[in-house]
Nanobody, 119 residues
Framework: QVQLVESGGGLVQAGGSLRLSCAASGTIFAFSDMGWYCQASGKQRELVAR???????NYADSVKGRFTISRVNAKNTVYLQMNSLKPEDTAVYYC?????????????WGQGTQVTVFS
């Protein structure tokens, strides 16, 4: 199974930026779409951004124009550049693979990385 380790979260003032990283184990990474998710306290986990194995991207409306997902297959790593952060972006952020040909995330999740945005 793929193991995922997220990092890069922190405490930042509104309007600031963070860059999240997700290191994935296993050779499946290069063949898989990847996604970044967020889960705010008391809410369900939701998809923020997705990148295909070929580099095509799509975003939740709430982050379009502010967040950028990217990947380096040679490093088995996916990134989330977060700009113009807002307090409502506060959440634990997770990455995961998508099961091939589906919109379903892998069963195994990492520990996530906390992002806290204060005004």
């Amino acid at each position: 199974q793929v193991q995922l380790v997220e990092s890069g979260g922190g405490l930042v003032q509104a309007g600031g930026s963070l860059r999240l990283s997700c290191a994935a184990s296993g050779t499946i990474f290069a063949f898989s779409d990847m996604g970044w998710y967020c889960q705010a306290s008391g809410k369900q986990r939701e998809l923020v951004a997705r990148i295909t194995r070929d580099g095509s991207t799509n975003y939740a409306d709430s982050v379009k124009g502010r967040f950028t997902i990217s990947r380096v297959n040679a490093k088995n790593t996916v990134y989330l550049q977060m700009n113009s952060l807002k307090p409502e972006d506060t959440a634990v952020y997770y990455c995961n693979i998508f099961l091939p040909g589906t919109d379903v995330a892998g069963a195994r999740w990492g520990q996530g990385t906390q992002v806290t945005v204060f005004s």
